[in-house]
């Protein structure tokens, strides 16, 4: 099936998924992950309606992102080294994988030049896999509190990585668990800091996730098969 065919049957996905636990599909975002992707399947994407991407390399995404248009929305979603991050200035929308305060900082630092705040989620790494990126669920309240210090950053919600079941069913308490992480947060009423965005769920588990509360889904290759490597 083609670009446009794919993303059709996904977004049918996402409605039903929302509508099956009584919440407003348009509360849910498709995050069409173009990492290893080829410039002209993002431009499929976009002539088929999709104008939100996540990439996870920053030089892959500098390089995407000069042959698109202006109007094509980025999410960076990989995991994020500091010194990449002056890249990235100004040129992404939301950054989903913030996991330590020396990132945090650094985001700070480098928006500031620029004037402008930047949108983070806080990366929580539930399983504690250790080949998993994510700060601690024990920490996170720390790290919340001190990125809200941070004057050119905003924290608009948490991420997770599950490991990989074949059985979405499995992922389930991962996800409910994100989700209470971010109640917690919530009800701490942190100045400068909001749990609206949920960022959870991939192509294999997300109709599981968004049924969990997910805002936000990253789905790669049910949109675009199976990746593409140059």
């Known amino acids: 099936m083609s670009v446009a065919g794919n993303l059709k049957q996904i977004e049918e996905r996402i409605r039903t998924a929302a509508q099956r636990v009584g919440r407003n599909p348009d509360s849910v975002r498709l995050v069409a992950v173009s990492k ?18 996540g990439e996870n390399y920053v030089q892959e995404f ?7 248009p202006e109007c094509v929305e980025w ?3 990989g995991s994020l080294q500091s010194n990449k ?13 913030v996991d330590r305060l020396s990132l945090a900082r650094e985001i700070d630092r480098q928006w500031e030049k620029i004037g402008r705040p930047c949108d983070i989620l806080l990366q929580v790494n539930i399983s504690g ?7 601690t669920s ?17 924290v608009r919600g948490l991420m997770t990585l599950p490991p990989f079941f ?26 400068g800091i909001t749990m609206e965005e949920l960022s959870m769920g991939m192509s294999g588990d997300f109709e599981v996730a968004i049924e969990e509360g997910a805002t936000l889904v990253r789905v790669g290759s049910a949109i675009f098969g199976e990746r593409y490597y140059h």
């Open 85 to 97: 991050v002056k890249y990235l200035a100004g040129l992404t929308t939301l950054i989903h994988s």
């Open 129 to 135: 896999e250790e080949t998993k990126s994510g700060t």
């Open 62 to 68: 500098l390089e995407k992102a000069q042959q698109l």
């Open 75 to 77: 999410h960076f979603i």
């Open 166 to 191: 074949d059985e979405p069913e499995r992922v389930r308490p991962y996800f409910r668990e994100l989700k209470r992480l971010a109640e917690v947060l919530a009800a701490e009423q942190i100045p």
């Open 138 to 154: 024990e920490n996170l309240l720390q790290l919340a509190r001190e990125a809200s210090l941070l004057t050119h950053l905003r």
């Open 36 to 53: 290893t992707q080829p410039a002209e399947a993002v431009k499929a994407a976009l002539e088929a309606g999709q104008q939100l991407f």
